[in-house]
């Protein structure tokens, strides 16, 4: 649906003087890639999601499929359609954003402060080449279909800026969607709001897109929004995408520190790859052997870190030795959380946090064994 | 490159358009010869007909020319031409129109026009420095009547006449200046005792000039006369424009005004204003300075009869009433002159129009007080 | 490279046939007509100064430098002038600020008196305005003088020195800076300011730390604008300096012009450093922009501006308010008045009262020409702010959000304007005009060609403060619906545009009537304007019938912008 190859994006960088061979200096622009030969895509109905942090490069990436953007480099299609396509020797297509047909939800929602709710969805329609143009009435009844679905039928004549944060993000989000487009980008969409109405409205947006069946590309650096939304996550770091696949995949088996460090909070343990068999692993450790399956293909003596989320370990106060992965330590904190506890654990030189049943609670200095059941531990390569 | 800079664009197409337009560079001049020669040939004909012509011939053979032209176009910085206009167009089936401005826009609209070959006027009514300018440049067609020949003889200019004079005369508040404590003499106002009650005007060189001279042929070193006016400038608060100064006098902010124009003064006191430029006894303080106002022809008038026609308006009865109704000294001698009897100095015209930078420079000088401010 | 590659790519459109990438499109006519009317406007006057200033017979010279600047008073003029100039720009800026600030952003009383605060003194004609001051606040014959002599002795206030000259400068620009910042504070979120507020500043840190920064581009422009045109003045120290032998650099300039031949090469030496002096400060009025969203206050998100509560200072400032309003409208307006009711100007007693009439309402009704020349500024008035603002709007955006090459010279451009005496426009229009096929040379269109010329830097200043303001987001997301570049300006950025826009549309209609500097030497018989009459009444030395004139200029005026403040409030942004 949505195929995007080597896009090249740069930045001018500050200028600096560079010495040229002959003794005199030049003034260069340094170049910084905001994006830097990125590619992949979007299958039809998929909530696709851009997730990383400030200046990985993710929103320089949507804006530039929106075509508020000028990559340097690419190729940008939506189904046979291409958006822009520059390759060296071949002519350079880049059509105009407002000849995209897409719909944005932009992080600020930009809803027009001088329109009415009204007006500001009807916009894109009345803004329409004559001829494909819908009639007055027709614009009229899809606007409030569109404002029935988000609710906001009632408000249509109201100012637009007179809504509040989640209205008027739904107000957004409808004038994206008014002209039923192809592909829906969203920028950050919900950073805006507060917690409680950033949860309510992820799953009304999920909902939405499911209903509607509009394929879309989501940027967010909330890697709870991207897990919970996405039917497939690309992390960026850099310009770069450094890992792409579906939400699980992406939480249960990072396949690199920066992933894993990124999306939520996970231990890490290094260590040496002893043995192999298959995908079963054997990993040494300063502080224990640990027994782990992975896909990685990796010999033996490769030098590893191993991954595991706080809530995929078990906390025991005696001692299971017929299981695989046990390590003894001590409790040195604890944190009641509502819904769950947190326990640091000291062992050996590793300080691991375990999430546990709030029914769970281990005073500190207590002896405890941490349990690491092997299905829940990644192979992450040292880079 | 590929994108073609606004810079580019936008210097090149404006340089284009304005050499398109002019043909050239400002200050080449030059143009327009060919419509010149044509209407200067027939402006010509026509004055050298009337010039030749006298008595009532003369004036019917004119008025005939001048109501087939129907039109007439002056360039003016003088304030009754209102007035005037008025009267002539009653008398006459002509139609004016009038441009006004102050008398350095006309000059500088004439010029303009005149180097682009456009012939917007028929004739210029303006101040002596100006006119003069004017016929240096060699846009003045002489006028030749009898009329001319009664005018002062100040006023008998080369190609252009005087219509009216200005006066300057020197002024004061009749509730600030006691009945007997008018000044007698300019000098006077040298002595501390005027120390802030005296106002000079900041443009007033011509008057300058002519009181320079005065005190010269009066036998005082140029030394000596610039001090006498650098003491009344101590003494002096500066003001521009003299509209400002007459209003400022009437509201007492000084006592007296050293360069007023007569007019000035003597419509401020019939409107009740406490000015005066006569004393409660004896004579005014001489000498009054006179700076002629005159009218000439233009050798390139679409309308050459219905200018001389508005010349010989202007010194006829009719229009030397206009200017005595406004207080104004008009250029036909009449029984009742107002300047009977008095000392008067002319402002050195030509010494102006060849010296002009020196005298400004010296006034300038004056005005500040002594103090050297203005260079070159 | 493609370095400067414009943001919106419109190079190639992926299906249209071959023969439409030949025609431009309606952006590119649009944006080349605005670029080239500015520059064409612009460069005419600007190549004729320099041609004179830099040629003479014989070549190139430099002795216009030479004679306006090489001499031994000129420092001391230059600092004058510059104590002036920048005494002037401080005090309108301060005045003009606060005012605009306690006008929109807080809870003030008599709120209706600021519309005539920031138009009336723009109105009344510089020299009406200050003689007015003379009659008030001359040591000799100043009626404030006279009130206060009792307590403080005689004369104890002067306006003839250099603060009274700065004084009656920059209350007469103040409503400039007002009519800017009130534009800014507008478009501004007061939550911005609120949670300032929250965070345990007092309202003075709030208003210098938070409210200050924001508006910082209208402040800039502010200043550069009064700078630059205090450093022009002369009506002021004319009038005012003079008396006590203050004499400013403009003076020169006066009399290199003044004499014959009028020396063209000094004053457009002397004009050469002012531009040197107003093109820097357009380009520190960019950088300071620059920092682009910093200023964008107008965003996607809504907010509903809530008065700042004065509380205790309520009374306060509403004294401050009435007081200001007194000194900068009431009391020259009631000298105006005063004195059109009069035959002479005398100070105020009994016996005057009984003396008063209308006589000179009446000459006026009178004059043929003075309906005429009404009607021809009002179309005047209008015809130029509204090309004006128009084409400005245009040239912002291309300024503050195209990445067009050059775009920085169309801002240095359409300032120059600013710096160039009306005298040597009015000469390079004539010049031009006179020999161009074009006929409009004696009509009302060389006339509004110079109001363009000269309202231009302004109307630029305006325009992209406002174009400052508005978040990139609101065009994006107008693009990305679908709309045109044409439709994303005229349905998006002009309505957010609009109470700038509306603000320098004001302002260029009020000071149009006041212009004479080149409308003297450009209009002809039958085309006269205000301003020529008023010309000519106060070379007549009709003082009082000037008055009355003056009383006539601000009633209508003031008509005219109330009308298009209740027209402008339907259009734009409604946050009131």
């Known amino acids: 649906m949505l195929h995007i190859d080597n896009l090249v994006k740069t930045f001018d960088g500050e200028r600096r003087k560079r010495a040229r061979s002959n003794g005199k200096e030049e003034a260069a622009a340094t170049k910084i890639f905001a994006v830097n030969d990125v590619s992949f895509e979007v299958g039809e109905g998929e909530l696709f999601t851009l997730l990383g942090p400030s200046g990985c490069g993710k929103t320089t990436t949507l804006r530039a499929i929106a075509g508020l953007e000028k990559p340097d480099a690419g190729h940008i299609a939506v189904g046979e359609r291409v958006l822009f396509s520059s390759k060296p020797g071949e002519k350079t297509v880049n059509v105009p954003a407002n000849s995209r047909g897409l719909g944005m939800v932009f992080q600020s929602y930009a809803i027009w402060p001088h329109m009415t709710v009204f007006n500001n969805v009807a916009f894109p329609l009345q803004v329409m080449k004559r001829g494909e143009r819908p009639a007055k009435r027709e614009i009229s009844e899809r606007v409030m279909r569109v404002l029935e679905t988000m609710e906001l039928g009632s408000y249509a004549n109201r100012q637009a800026t007179k809504l509040s944060g989640g209205q008027q993000q739904r107000l957004a989000l409808a004038r994206a969607i008014v002209i039923e487009p192809t592909l829906l980008l969203l920028d950050e969409p919900l950073s805006n709001l507060d917690a409680k109405l950033r949860e309510s409205l992820r799953y009304e947006l999920k909902r939405l897109q499911r209903e509607l069946g509009i394929t879309s590309v989501y940027v967010t650096h909330d890697q709870i929004e991207a897990l919970a939304l996405s039917t497939k996550i690309a992390v960026m770091s850099d310009g770069n995408v450094v890992q792409l696949g579906r939400p699980r995949e992406i939480y249960q088996n990072p396949n690199n520190k920066f992933v894993a460090e990124f999306i939520g909070t996970s231990n890490f343990i290094s260590g040496v790859v002893s043995a192999h068999r298959g995908e079963q692993y054997t990993v040494e450790t300063n502080d224990g052997r640990l027994l782990l399956d992975s896909a990685a293909d990796m010999p033996g003596g490769t030098e590893v870190v191993v991954s595991v989320r706080p809530e995929s370990m078990e906390l025991y106060e005696e001692s299971r030795p017929d299981l695989p992965n046990e390590w003894r330590g001590s409790v040195l904190t604890r944190a009641f959380l509502g819904d769950s506890v947190d326990h640091v654990i000291g062992v050996g030189k590793h300080e691991l946090r375990v999430r546990c049943n709030p029914s769970i609670s281990i005073a500190p200095g207590s002896d405890v064994y941490v349990r690491m059941p092997p299905e829940n531990l990644s192979l992450v390569p040292v880079n | 490159m590929r994108n073609r800079t606004v810079a580019t664009v936008i210097a090149s197409s404006a340089i284009g358009l304005l050499l398109a337009a002019c043909g050239g560079p400002p200050g080449s001049g030059g143009g327009g010869a060919d419509g010149s020669s044509e209407a200067e040939k027939h402006a010509q004909q026509v004055y050298d007909k009337i010039n030749g012509l006298s008595g009532q011939e003369r004036t019917d053979e004119l008025v005939r020319l001048a109501e087939e032209e129907g039109e007439l176009s002056i360039y003016t910085s003088n304030s009754d031409m209102d007035d005037l206009v008025k009267g002539f167009e009653d008398a006459y089936d002509i139609k004016v129109s009038v441009y006004r401005g102050n008398s350095e826009s006309v000059l500088q609209r004439v010029l303009q026009e005149q180097s682009a070959g456009f012939h917007g006027v028929d004739t210029v009514e303006t101040n002596a420095l100006e006119l003069n300018v004017l016929n240096k440049e060699g846009f003045l067609a002489p006028y030749e009547s009898e009329l001319r020949d009664q005018v002062r003889e100040e006023g008998q200019a080369e190609n252009w006449t005087a219509s009216r004079f200005n006066v300057f005369v020197i002024g004061w508040n009749t509730k600030l200046v006691k009945p007997g404590e008018e000044p007698k003499t300019l000098e006077e106002l040298a002595d501390p005792k005027w120390k802030g009650k005296v106002s000079l005007e900041l443009s007033d060189v011509d008057w300058f000039a002519a009181m320079v001279k005065y005190y010269e042929d009066q036998g005082m070193s140029e030394a000596e006369i610039v001090e006498l006016f650098k003491k009344i400038s101590s003494n002096s608060k500066v003001v521009k424009g003299h509209t400002v100064q007459g209003e400022l006098l009437s509201a007492g902010q000084f006592s007296v005004a050293a360069s007023l124009y007569s007019h000035t003064v003597d419509k401020a006191a019939e409107a009740g204003a406490p000015v005066s430029w006569h004393p409660s006894s004896g004579k005014p303080v001489e000498p009054i300075v006179l700076r002629p106002n005159g009218i000439g022809l233009m050798k390139t008038a679409q309308n050459p009869a219905a200018a001389m026609l508005f010349v010989d308006w202007e010194l006829r009865e009719e229009g030397q009433q206009v200017f005595a109704d406004k207080f104004r000294i008009g250029s036909m001698p009449s029984d009742s002159d107002p300047l009977e009897g008095l000392e008067a100095v002319e402002v050195p015209e030509s010494e102006l129009l060849d010296n002009g930078k020196k005298w400004d420079d010296l006034y300038a000088e004056v005005v500040k007080g002594g103090e050297e401010v203005s260079g070159g | ?576």
Do not use: C
């Open chain 3, 1 to 576: 490279m493609t370095t400067a590659s414009p943001a919106l790519g419109q190079e190639t459109v992926a299906e249209p046939a071959r023969w439409r990438r030949w025609l431009p499109t309606p952006k590119m006519l649009i944006l080349g007509m605005v670029g080239l009317a500015i520059g064409y406007l612009a460069l005419v006057p600007l190549y004729y100064l320099l041609w004179g200033t830099f040629f003479d017979g014989n070549g190139v010279t430099f002795g216009g430098f030479e004679r306006a600047y090489g001499h031994s008073q000129i420092l001391p003029l230059i600092g004058n002038s510059l104590w002036f100039a920048i005494g002037a720009a401080v005090l309108s800026l301060v005045v003009g600020t606060s005012l605009a600030y306690l006008n929109v952003r807080t809870d003030v009383p008599f709120k209706a008196l600021f519309f005539a605060a920031s138009i009336v003194p723009l109105i009344i004609p510089g020299i009406l305005y200050t003689i007015s001051w003379i009659f008030l606040a001359s040591p000799d014959i100043g009626l404030i003088n006279r009130l206060i002599e009792p307590v403080f002795g005689s004369g104890a206030i002067d306006i003839f020195t250099i603060w009274g000259m700065v004084w009656v400068e920059g209350l007469h620009l103040s409503p400039i800076v007002f009519l800017l910042m009130v534009a800014a504070f507008r478009s501004m979120d007061p939550s911005l300011e609120e949670s300032a507020l929250m965070s345990g500043a007092t309202r003075w840190q709030v208003f210098r730390k938070v409210t200050v920064p924001l508006t910082r581009p209208a402040i800039v422009a502010s200043i550069l604008i009064m700078v630059v045109r205090s450093l022009e003045s002369f009506e002021v120290p004319a009038l005012l300096g003079l008396q006590n032998g203050i004499y400013v650099f403009t003076s020169r300039i006066y009399f290199v012009l003044r004499s014959y031949p009028p020396d063209f090469g000094a004053a457009g030496a002397l004009a050469v450093g002012l531009l040197v002096l107003a093109l820097i400060g357009v380009a520190m009025a960019n950088i300071v922009g620059k920092s682009g969203k910093n200023f964008q206050t107008v965003t996607g998100k809504g907010f509903r501006p809530r008065p700042m509560e004065l509380g205790k200072w309520r009374p306060v400032m509403g004294v401050a308010i009435v007081l200001y309003f007194i000194l900068t409208v009431i009391a020259p307006l009631v000298v105006l008045l005063y004195t059109s009711l009069l035959k002479f100007y005398t100070a105020p007693s009994w016996d005057v009262f009984k003396t008063m009439t209308l006589d000179n309402y009446r000459e006026l009704a009178g004059m043929s020409k003075a309906m005429t020349a009404l009607q021809n500024s009002l179309a005047l008035g209008l015809g130029s702010a509204t090309l004006v603002m128009a084409f400005m709007a245009i040239a912002a955006w291309i300024v503050v959000r195209s990445r067009i090459r050059g775009r920085h010279l169309l801002d240095q451009l359409a300032f120059v304007p600013l710096v160039i005496p009306g005298l040597v426009l009015g000469l390079a229009l004539s010049f031009v005009y006179l020999r161009s096929p074009i006929p409009i040379y004696g009509t009302l269109f060389i006339l509004l060609i110079a109001y363009v010329t000269r309202y231009m830097p302004y109307g630029m200043r305006y325009a992209v403060i406002s174009m400052h303001q508005i978040s990139n987001e609101l065009e994006e997301s107008a693009q990305v619906s679908g709309a045109s570049w044409w439709q994303t300006f005229r349905r998006v950025l002009l309505p957010l545009l609009a109470p700038g826009l509306l603000a320098g549309w004001v302002y260029i209609l009020v000071v149009s009537f006041r212009e004479l500097s080149s409308s003297i030497l450009l209009y002809s018989p039958g085309n006269e304007v205000l301003s020529i009459l008023i010309f000519e009444q106060f070379e007549d030395g009709e003082f009082t019938v000037l008055s009355a004139l003056g009383v006539v200029m601000v009633l209508t005026l003031i008509l005219l912008v109330s009308i298009a403040y209740k027209l402008g409030a339907k259009v734009g942004l409604n946050r009131n």
